[in-house]
């Protein structure tokens, strides 16, 4: 019996540390963007995508890699995923130019989806008792945490002593240790050869995610094209509307609808989203304001939004291990309402008390730390075992689709604010409207730099301050929504409703 404990928590140790490493790319950008920009000389559009290509592709295969493991069993998916993941992390390492970033990050992203799926469902089949699952649950949600956090810390670290592609680079050892110990650790069986996949279910998924994102980029630019957001806007509604027709047809879809009519699993999805939208808008701009406008270097911005990180850990693993106690509701609901606390305190002082902002960081990571390690639990135990690969996507999609939406909307939205109210002095080019880097390198070529530093810095602060604004009110309506679906949800009931049956 112990050895059986002992087996299953270093199982729990491998999968996380794939957790870490998946997570971890998805923030290790933050912090190097200006680097990268400045090495590769990639475009304002080009650092996008060069974020947005990792989440983009993983939240669209997700679906698919997570039913397509129940079809060939979870371990079988871990370890490919970890193969593709480390053979990526060279590629990206090497990528000579912007546009083969991209297709590396694509690439890093088609690893990412064989894996995330999977170290859930490993833990959900692995685990059986409720309570030892949940509290195994709450750790990997915490560690979800932490590799966001960790992200832009580890880049910070490297870039101090190597170049650029060590951000990837430092992958490639971690993947080795945790295929030898999922060899020997993880679960053989559990594949059910029987079973139907479909491709086309996840290509049209695929669509109409990048649809999404192209039409909300498109839409968030101070100049869009009409055109080309209401082409985006037409793939994404004709994918997402025939790959819905598409499951209700299929013997064995990527995703049974029927699974959102428990109100506990939905609040779970919901959290997960909100949760990570939250972490990544935080994340995504507040290293760039406090490098760009402060002057901060990578690793000191990547320590100053480990700040939630800190605040979530000790929120996380209590939540996970009191749920069957209070319940999800105080839990999810409870925890998005404080981290919407914790955001308006940064909101009103990120540019006044440096003591404030970090408390105001702390606090919201407490909260997001809470809701995100009970949302997992809702998610997986409001399903049968054998809809475990489909859970565990669909809570990964909410995670990656929150992420994606806020370096799509946010990222977006920053840029438009800052060009639509920069106020240039006379004879400044019209290049500095185009971002606050540019701005920069401008100010250093004429005498009118610091009038147009203290201007650009001064706009960008403004647009700094509505994307924080937003991520407030997201939370808000996340604590409303996941309130409303668990008030009838009581404490010993994270297992109840007919999905679990």
Do not use: C
Not at 26 to 49: K, R
Not at 121 to 138: G, K, M, Q, S
Not at 237 to 258: I, K, N, S, T, Y
Not at 318 to 333: D, F, K, Q, Y
């Amino acid at each position: 019996m112990a050895e059986s404990a002992r087996r299953r928590w270093l199982l729990l140790a491998v999968v996380s540390a794939g957790l870490l490493l998946i997570t971890l790319d998805n923030s290790i950008l933050y912090a190097a963007l200006p680097t990268l920009v400045e090495e590769l000389g990639a475009s304002s559009a080009q650092s996008l995508w060069i974020i947005n290509a990792y989440p983009v592709v993983m939240a669209g295969l997700l679906l698919g890699s997570g039913t397509l493991g129940d079809r060939v069993g979870h371990r079988r998916m871990f370890l490919t995923g970890l193969v593709v993941f480390g053979a990526a992390s060279l590629a990206a390492a090497l990528s000579p130019t912007p546009e083969a970033l991209i297709a590396a990050r694509a690439f890093l992203a088609v690893g990412a989806a064989a894996m995330m799926p999977a170290t859930l469902a490993l833990i959900r089949v692995t685990f059986a008792d409720e309570r030892e699952r949940n509290v195994a649950i709450a750790v990997w949600g915490s560690l979800a945490i932490v590799g966001s956090a960790l992200g832009p810390i580890v880049s910070g670290l490297l870039l101090q002593s190597f170049w650029w592609g060590s951000v990837f680079l430092v992958n490639v050892p971690v993947v080795v240790v945790a295929l030898v110990a999922t060899l020997v650790l993880a679960p053989g069986g559990g594949a059910d050869p029987g079973k139907h996949w479909d491709l086309v279910s996840s290509l049209l998924a695929l669509v109409a995610l990048v649809g999404l994102v192209f039409a909300i980029k498109e839409t968030a630019k101070a100049t869009p094209s009409p055109v080309a957001a209401g082409v985006a806007l037409v793939a994404a509604a004709a994918g997402g509307w025939a790959f819905a027709r598409r499951q209700r047809r299929l013997p064995d879809p990527l995703l049974d609808f029927a699974i959102f009519r428990n109100p506990a699993f939905l609040s779970g999805v919901l959290a997960a989203g909100f949760s990570m939208f939250a972490v990544a808008g935080l994340q995504l701009v507040t290293t760039q304001r406090f490098q760009l406008v402060e002057g901060f270097t990578p690793l000191r911005a990547g320590v100053l939004v480990a700040a939630v990180a800190l605040g979530a850990l000790p929120t996380a693993v209590a939540g996970g291990a009191t749920l069957h106690r209070i319940g999800l509701l105080p839990i999810v609901a409870g925890g998005l309402a404080l981290s919407t606390v914790g955001t308006v305190l940064v909101l009103l002082h990120f540019d006044t008390s440096m003591p404030l902002l970090v408390t105001g960081l702390l606090i919201a990571g407490a909260g997001l730390g809470a809701a995100m390690s009970v949302a997992s639990s809702a998610i997986m135990g409001n399903v049968p075992v054998r809809r475990a690969g489909m859970a565990s996507s669909v809570e990964e999609v909410s995670y990656e689709f929150g992420s994606l939406i806020a370096v799509a909307l946010l990222g977006s939205l920053l840029s438009a604010v800052y060009s639509a109210t920069v106020r240039l002095p006379p004879g400044t080019p019209e290049e500095a409207r185009d971002s606050l880097d540019a701005a920069l390198a401008l100010a250093g070529q004429g005498a009118e730099g610091d009038a147009l530093v203290a201007a650009a810095s001064e706009a960008f602060d403004g647009a700094y301050g509505a994307v924080v604004l937003v991520v407030a009110g997201v939370l808000a309506v996340g604590t409303v929504a996941t309130g409303v679906l668990l008030r009838r949800h009581g404490p010993g009931s994270a297992l109840s409703g007919p999905a679990s049956h």
